[in-house]
C-alpha cells in the first residue's frame, strides 16, 4: 500500500510521459506494478522491470529495479 505522496497518481502526467526505461529500450513505462496497479512504482512496458517510488521520487537505476523476465504483464 501506498502512504501519501507514494502512490504513482501523485505523478505528473507529463513527468510520467517523458520517463523510460533506462535499460538500453528505453520503452515507456507506466503506473503501478503487475497485480498492484496502486503500487508506488513504475513498470517498463518491454521488459517488466518495476521501478521503485520513494518519497514521490522514480528510482529509476537498474540495481534498484526488481523483475524483468522479458515480458510486461
Do not use: K
Not at 6 to 29: I, K, M, Q, S
Amino acid at each position: 500500500m501506498s502512504g501519501p505522496g507514494e502512490g504513482p497518481a501523485r505523478l505528473d502526467p507529463v513527468l510520467l510521459d517523458v520517463l523510460a526505461c533506462p535499460a538500453d529500450h528505453h520503452a515507456a513505462l507506466r503506473a503501478g506494478a503487475p497485480g498492484e496497479p496502486a503500487a508506488p512504482a513504475l513498470t517498463c512496458t518491454q521488459c517488466g522491470r518495476v521501478f521503485p517510488i520513494r518519497d514521490g521520487i522514480p528510482v529509476l537505476l537498474l540495481d534498484e529495479a526488481t523483475g524483468g523476465d522479458g515480458s510486461a504483464a
